[in-house]
Nanobody, 119 residues
Framework: QVQLVESGGGLVQAGGSLRLSCAAS????????MGWYRQAPGKQRELVGTITSDGSTNYADSVKGRFTISRDNAKNTVYLQMNSLKPEDTAVYYC?????????????WGQGTQVFVSS
């Protein structure tokens, strides 16, 4: 079955950097769009950014210029490079995959990895 496993979260000071990874299995990775989302305590889950199967990226305004999404299809892995981190970036970060086959959208989520940015 499809599995998405995030890693790389942790504690970092404001202004620092982290790189999150999401390893996928059970799917044809290169055919899936991948996304990163985050959920802070007491808030709804929000989009951080996405990368399509052909490598096009899109970002939330709050992270543009600071975060970069990339993918390595040979490793079935998507990355989220986070620079210039702010305390408001503190959240659980989730990756997801989406593939449209005909009229059906197949969406899967990882279990999340915690990022804490101290001021």
């Amino acid at each position: 079955q499809v599995q998405l496993v995030e890693s790389g979260g942790g504690l970092v000071q404001a202004g620092g950097s982290l790189r999150l990874s999401c390893a996928a299995s059970g799917m044809i990775f290169r055919l899936n769009a991948m996304g990163w989302y985050r959920q802070a305590p007491g808030k709804q889950r929000e989009l951080v950014g996405t990368i399509t199967s052909d490598g096009s990226t899109n970002y939330a305004d709050s992270v543009k210029g600071r975060f970069t999404i990339s993918r390595d299809n040979a490793k079935n892995t998507v990355y989220l490079q986070m620079n210039s981190l702010k305390p408001e970036d503190t959240a659980v970060y989730y990756c997801n995959s989406e593939r449209l086959i005909g009229a059906h959208s197949y969406v899967y989520w990882g279990q999340g990895t915690q990022v804490f940015v101290s001021s």
